[in-house]
């Protein structure tokens, strides 16, 4: 049987925040998280653990941050393997990520879309004051899942991007 610090470690280092932990303690109440204590204003951690925790364990949120960005990249790679010319603008990636529920700035954009530039996998070219993708072979081959890159998930069956 495991111990219930390895069972914490394993949960936190899942990304799972402290209001899921929590969740999770007031579903199990038998279960007992020894760096979670009880007050009347809720369920917090205690300060020392805190700490020492914020310093081991990935934040939450930007374990979310990342897990979306990875989704962005794959998501891109696939929209502009799809597309008639391999070829698509930063406005119109801002909208698809929209409409697929990974919304982000423009900056956000830039910056991933830079990311997947240095990784070989699109070409980037400046066309006024908008950004023109293309989609390289590379990014073709990582887009239907034939190699991986690092950063981006590989496609899965049924995959909704």
Not at 22 to 49: D, I, M, W, Y
Request: glycine share 6%; net charge positive.
């Amino acid at each position: 049987m495991k111990s219930l610090s390895m069972v914490f470690r394993a949960l936190t280092s899942d990304g799972l925040t402290c209001h899921e932990l929590v969740a999770l303690r007031g579903r199990h109440r038998k279960t007992h998280l020894p760096c979670l204590q009880s007050n009347q204003a809720g369920t917090h951690f205690n300060e020392k653990q805190s700490s020492t925790m914020t310093n081991n364990r990935p934040n939450g949120v930007e374990t979310l941050e990342r897990r979306k960005s990875e989704h962005r990249a794959l998501a891109l790679l696939r929209f502009l393997h799809r597309e008639t010319a391999n070829t698509s603008n930063e406005c119109i990636i801002g909208d698809l990520f929209e409409m697929i529920g990974l919304s982000c700035s423009r900056q956000e954009v830039r910056d991933g879309l830079e990311r997947l530039e240095r990784l070989e996998l699109v070409q980037i070219s400046k066309r006024d004051h908008l950004l023109v993708v293309r989609l390289l072979a590379r990014g073709d081959e990582v887009a239907t899942g034939r190699v991986t890159a690092e950063g981006i998930p590989r496609p899965w069956v049924d995959c909704p991007y």
